[in-house]
């Protein structure tokens, strides 16, 4: 059995185990077992975390070496987006950020949303010794001094401002360390099983009224109506539609044509930038421009899309794959 291992047997295979899987095991084993091997298990939990982070291990012990290591990985991920709906006819999985429409074109509307916002600043202060050694363990393997809090308090939100993200240098992908100013996703649409089709239209409409596949990318509070709409058509949202280019917010009203149409094989993003209340988007690595002002910095926006094609939507949040859009460069611009 595993609990009868020499110490340099059992930390060759956690080794081995996934983030996931490592956290599954050190919340499954008895506290006797943990409390025996808690050498071993907290430096496989360090070792796992220096090298998706590319932070030197001492470094995260030393920070959070009070802190029960799967604690330490479980917050980690929990600062990252699931994607959820509440329509039949999309199917969602979370794990992998997708999500897949197989119903009929043109008949409803449905969005999916991300099950955690952006940053905000309007969360409640808390005193959580782990959040701040999280934080500062970051801080000080980032290129920016831009993030100031009080010794004692301290915004939960604004941990999601130093989440890394991964970008590439001469082609080598590295992790991102700086505080976010910027809040920013992908997405990519792929044709649902390789089909690239628009739906055949229902007996009741008329050869001029076939409804086109889109997909719109935006953000929304927690109040917007995921089941029937799509991001900016209430004043809940703000979306850019791939099938006229167009931008909205507020009761479905256009407020002219912002950018290209987009659809199949194309990569959208979306982001929100702090320091200037707006939105601004990009299309396969290039900047838009910005498509919404003003945008009021006390509410929580979470990263919607809404899908009315077949196809499939994979959702980026630069945990596990770099952006398309040169984030990093931009942010020194902000």
């Given amino acids: 059995m595993i ?7 059992l930390q060759r295979i956690l080794s081995f185990q996934t983030e996931r899987d490592f956290v599954v095991f050190t919340q499954l084993t ?23 982070w590319n932070i030197p291990s001492f470094s995260i012990f030393n920070e959070l070496v009070h802190e029960n290591p799967s604690s330490l990985i479980t917050f980690a991920r929990s600062v990252q987006n699931g994607i959820i709906t509440d329509d039949v006819t999309v199917t969602c999985d979370s794990i992998n950020n997708k999500a897949s ?7 409803s509307n449905r969005s999916v949303q991300c099950a955690m916002p952006f940053p905000s600043f309007s969360c409640k202060l ?24 009080d010794q004692n308090e301290l915004d939960v ?17 590295k992790y991102c360390f700086d505080v976010r100013r910027v809040s920013y996703y992908e997405i990519h649409i792929l ?6 089709t628009v739906t055949t239209p229902t007996e009741n409409q008329l050869d001029d009224e076939i409804q086109f596949e889109c997909v719109a990318v935006g953000l929304a509070t927690k109040f917007f109506l995921k089941e029937k709409r799509f991001p900016g058509w209430d004043n809940e949202s703000f979306g850019y539609h791939g099938d006229d280019g167009a ?38 690595g290039k900047l838009l421009g910005t498509a919404f002002q003003n945008v009021r910095p006390n509410i929580e926006l979470y990263p919607t899309v809404g899908i009315d094609a077949h ?24």
Wanted: net charge positive.
């Fill in 126 to 149: 808390i005193k959580d010794s782990f959040v701040k050694k999280f934080v500062r363990c970051f801080k000080y393997y980032s290129c920016s001094s831009g993030y100031e809090s």
């Fill in 157 to 173: 939100s604004m941990v999601r401002l130093v989440t890394p993200f991964l970008y590439l240098d001469k082609g080598v992908q």
């Fill in 247 to 284: 931008i909205f917010h507020g009761r479905g009203r256009q407020l002219g044509t912002f950018g290209p149409t987009f659809g199949f094989n194309d990569t959208v993003g979306c982001g929100l930038d702090h320091s200037k209340q707006s939105i601004f988007y990009t299309l396969n």
């Fill in 101 to 107: 429409f197989f119903g009929r074109v043109g008949e």
């Fill in 311 to 334: 196809c499939t939507v994979q959702f980026n949040f630069g945990a596990d794959e770099p952006f398309v859009f040169d984030l990093r460069n931009y942010m020194t611009r902000v």
């Fill in 191 to 196: 044709p649902f099983n390789g089909v690239n």
């Fill in 30 to 52: 008895c506290s006797k077992f943990y409390k025996e091997n808690k050498r071993v298990i907290d430096f496989v939990c360090h070792n796992l975390l220096s090298k998706k």
């Fill in 3 to 9: 609990f009868d291992l020499p110490s340099d047997a």
